[in-house]
């Protein structure tokens, strides 16, 4: 038997139950200022960019609107113009930081069909890609290696943010402010 050993999972596993319809972990992200503890690296009026707890790929992120809602239809313009160019944005942070040869992005709309954990919050995937990523590890032994720690990512893209014009640094600690 395989054995692969992730720790950092013990906080997932023994997470208090919450009731999705009434306690949504990216509107307590939205509303919380303790920025770095739940990975938001960066913010803008309606949106806030936040890594991903369980990465595909380093780097992978989630763009994630303040309003909660499953369905794309119900953001208003200025929403969506706001989540377009965060993602823009991220676009921008992850080549800067990271490098990647390609991005995969997109959204998981429709319930768990999708295949997404959150379905009442929408919220869009960006995961950086690089030419031969998907290595013998995937397709021989059915195990994903992640190169880089989230904490290690937070840094180079908050850096990374934190270099883009009009941006605001608030601290070490906080989300970039993107205007």
Not at 25 to 47: E, G, K
Not at 121 to 135: A, C, F, K, Q, Y
Not at 142 to 149: F, G, N, P, S
Not at 160 to 170: I, L, N, P, S
């Amino acid at each position: 038997m395989d054995k692969v050993f992730a720790p950092w999972r013990i906080e997932w596993v023994e997470r208090e139950e919450t009731d999705p319809d009434v306690d949504c972990v990216f509107c307590a992200f939205a509303a919380d200022d303790d920025d770095r503890a739940n990975n938001v690296v960066a913010r803008s009026d309606r949106a806030f960019v936040l890594l991903n707890n369980y990465p595909y790929n380093p780097g992978h992120v989630m763009v994630i609107p303040h309003d909660h809602t499953g369905d794309y239809g119900d953001l208003d313009d200025e929403t969506l113009l706001d989540h377009a160019r965060l993602k823009q944005r991220t676009f921008d942070a992850l080549e800067a930081a990271l490098g990647p040869d390609a991005f995969n992005a997109g959204l998981n709309l429709g319930g768990s069909a999708a295949g997404g954990s959150i379905d009442d919050h929408l919220h869009t995937h960006v995961v950086p890609r690089w030419e031969g990523d998907t290595n013998f590890m995937p397709v021989v032994s059915d195990t994903k290696v992640i190169v880089e720690a989230v904490e290690d990512t937070y840094d180079r893209l908050h850096e990374a943010f934190a270099e883009q014009e009009g941006a605001t640094v608030v601290g070490d600690d906080a989300a970039i402010r993107i205007e």
